[in-house]
DNA sequence: CTGTTAGCGCCTTCAC
DNA sequence: GTGAAGGCGCTAACAG
């Protein structure tokens, strides 16, 4: 009876039209489409093989407004274009792919206004839940999170909160190791270039600068930390030379592997070599830094497995499980930026 | 009057019990929430601030199953973790949000397998059009992507057919562009290092590399053209140099920066000095190339543009509009790894 | 201007 | 096993 006109393009099958090509009712075609033991096996077969002549697709959304269940997360970097976060995105998306999980990936340009319209974006998107990195947000927005009902994890943000879970990096652990690096190539002046506008993990990693000459019994001289002011990390690690040289550093600990290519340049134009002159440690390892000359001595963080560890907890609390925050270890990776002092002359 | 209650939390507020809380029917409160023309002034406003002192949230997805329009897009890449990949990505992302479009990020790891699995999924969730980025399959899936119903843009992938629509750099005139440089700098003998994995854009460089020679009235060598067979391009950069050195090259294009790249880092360790003893110029400007030392001579591809472009052309094919594919211009960047030929001794 | 009625595509009791 | 009926949240005629 019914007319099998084909459809011009975006063929819109549905599970009735599936149900009247085969003689059922749409409730039967649904029951063998989500291969339900309530239905003969033999219909059930004619049925999808039906549906697959037919070239039904699903309709999620449909799905998804009667399961309250949209298999989306919302995904909020700061930047699509930072070296950083790519490999991060990659871990988060490679799972959630895996999991039957699609993800909307947006930036805020570390821009609080932007980063809560996109999360209410994502709100009337009903994703199941939330992933955001590196946001500088503070707790006015993650409040705001947590009143969508939706689970939120933080990667690399320490904002604290009752619903906010995280993961991040061995902030401390890691500045520790460098500075251990350094301590035991036979350095004593070792300054610290930091980041002002990432807080809390500058904190961190200040701190396990801190701890580490502590340990060597090396007084903490103020003048060796350093914080420059300008916008982007490659200016702030130039901007750090001349302070470095007035304070007699002869190995030097940069907050991010971005500063310590900056301030590496800045060395080279200045008629300095590294590590001959100055050593210097970055942090993060991104791509860029194992091609850098001299390759650069760094504190790697596992990005891609913290995206994955990201989206494994955002899963774990969806299906309604216990999760604790996790902090992944970091690794000393030593090139070529880092030597023994020169001995004086 | 309206009970105001506290929603635990997931608050479900939907415009019937804005409607109820108004003494309307949710017809009316549709109306209100869309700014119609057709519902009183003042019960539109009175509606609008019950709406968001209950906290509504509009349900995009209900929305979707009625108008048929999801104002979303699938974006497909091989990699995100693909420094050429992100500013393309950033974009995208950039112009859909600015029009209410949010993105599905997806990546295929250059699987055709995995690719057409990404298109699937994207159609499950029917999104209003798809873009595809340096995407190395071929007709049969962009055959399938057809079908689907929904247009599709492809970034830098000639891969050709009715309803593809693309928009890429400018492979012919960059690469011209580049031989050229090389040219008036004094080379003769200039070496093309290629891709043997990238076939339409390799033929377009190849064939820009040929042009220029030829405008110059220099025969072209087949012993100066090299396609190494390795998987990653640092990995062809690098077993690019011997046969340069055979074939007696004194300058080389590459294929793209990581080439030139791996090329260069190869030349150190053999003990030859760039742009001394070897001129080398890439393609891409990836960030990377501006870091490496000697800085990297290359092609500059606007990528953020490509993106930008990409997204453009979406959105006007969704209005309905004629488009025509797009390609856009390169630019030389010229830094530290090409200059003149060593005079000979 | 506003309410009523349908229906988008699908899942889910609840009877048969 | 299977069908009928109801509803997820929202928009869109169609009457008033």
Redesign the interface.
Known sequence: MAVEKTLP???RVSIKDIARAAGVSHSTVSRALRNSPLVNAETAAYIRRLAQEM?Y??????Q??VTQR?Y?IG?VVT?????F???I??GV??LA?REGY??????SHADPGREIA?V???????VDGVIVLASRVGSLYTERLQ????PIVLINNQAGGEYVYSVSADNLGGAREAVCHLLELGHTRIAYVGCHFRPPSNRHRLEGYRQALNRAAIPYDPNLVIHPRGFSDLENGQQALPHLLEAGATAVFCYNDRMA?GLI?AARDHGLRVPDDLSVIGFDDI??SA???PRLTTIHQPR?EMGRRAMAMLLALLAGEQVQDVVLPTELIIRESTAPPRSEP
């Open positions: 393009k975006g063929q070239g697709t699903p309709n999620i959304l449909a998804s407004l949209t989306t995904l930047s699509i274009a930072d070296p976060v790519d490999a995105v990659d998306e490679a792919t699609s993800v909307f990936l947006s930036s996109v209410e974006a994502f709100h009337r998107r009903r009143e969508l009902g939706v290519i340049n791509e860029m091609f850098v000359t891609y």
